[in-house]
């Protein structure tokens, strides 16, 4: 035998190539987007566009009531017109006063809207710091913050503005704002405080605060803007109960003065008349009803927009 047969050979196994199973994937996917996956849902839906127009309507016509009238509103009332009915440029009849129904109720849309809005404003702006502060910081902080937003949520704000409004002598848009936002913050900052708890253990949180970034920006500029999604969902739900507290305040004369033109005080005065002309109460008790439904249907279709496990059951 020789050398080169006594050689042992050594043996080389076969490389087997193993292979995964993967799913295939859509190039042209377009990546997930709160906001825009809202929108898509949304705009699916009729009731949206029509609850939507319908605001869009009130909104114009509290920025330019006068495209709508051509009665302006400090033209006084003509008392030989008291209770009458429709008759040409006056399609509504007259209230008991002998003004215009129709006009009241144009201009009367700009101050309940700009009340709705301004309280709305305030409570949410309130409730954001209180709940931000609170879920971000934690601790003593918290406790104390949470305390008293418990304090504020047992108080009804309707209540608690009819105090404040009967001790104030000054009665105007801005008052009656304050009273209304001021009591009506609580229910914002919890959701708020939740949803920074949840917001702040996300992985990019961790890493802004890991190079370096402070406490306070790291809430500014990463929190805040993931976790707002909830707030401006509650404020259009708020935004229709701040209308509704307007006029409850203004029915019950401890709102807006009686020569303001607002919903509550045409609905406050056409009582006492209710069974000689029903009418100047059914018009303004419509335009509330109706705004106050449109807004409140924003406000549930944008909240099951938003939540992904509502757009999963439909």
Not at 11 to 20: D, H, S
Not at 138 to 143: A, E, I, R, T
Not at 288 to 305: H, K, M, Q
Request: aromatic share 10%; glycine share 8%.
């Amino acid at each position: 035998m020789s050398r080169t047969d006594s050689t042992p050979e050594h043996y080389v196994a076969p490389v087997e190539t193993t292979t995964v199973r993967v799913d295939a994937v859509r190039v042209d996917a377009k990546p997930s987007n709160l906001w825009l996956d809202a929108w898509r849902d949304l705009r699916r839906r009729p009731i949206f566009w029509i609850s939507a127009a319908f605001v869009l309507l009130v909104i114009v016509v509290s920025l330019w009531p006068s495209l709508f009238t051509n009665v302006a509103p400090n033209n006084g009332c003509q008392l030989a017109d008291s209770n009458g009915g429709p008759e040409p440029g006056h399609p509504l009849g007259f209230t008991r006063l002998g003004c215009d129904v129709y006009s009241r109720i144009i201009w009367g849309t700009r101050t309940s809207l700009v009340v709705g809005v301004l309280a709305t404003l305030i409570g949410t702006v309130i409730g954001v710091v209180m709940g931000a502060f609170a879920g971000f910081y934690g601790g003593w902080l918290d406790s104390f913050l949470s305390r008293v937003g418990d304090i504020f949520f047992t108080i009804p704000y309707i209540i608690a503005a009819i105090v404040v409004m009967s001790v104030i002598p000054v009665r105007n848009e801005f008052v009656l704002a304050f009273a209304i936002g001021g009591f009506a913050w609580a229910s914002t900052a919890r959701i708020m405080r939740a949803e920074i708890l949840r917001v702040k253990q996300a992985d990019f949180v961790m890493g802004a605060e890991a190079v370096g970034m402070s406490r306070f920006k790291t809430l500014l500029v990463h929190v805040l803007p993931n976790a707002m999604a909830p707030v401006i969902v509650v404020a259009t739900l708020a935004l229709a109960g701040a209308i509704v507290a307007e006029s409850v305040l203004s029915f019950l004369g401890v709102g807006l003065g009686g020569s303001t033109m607002s919903w509550g005080n045409d609905i406050s005065q056409a009582q006492t008349s209710i069974r000689t002309a029903p009418m100047a109460l059914f018009w303004p008790s419509l335009a509330l009803t109706l705004t106050v439904l449109a807004f409140i249907t924003l406000g549930e279709l944008l909240r099951d927009a938003v939540d992904p496990k509502a757009r999963a059951q439909r």
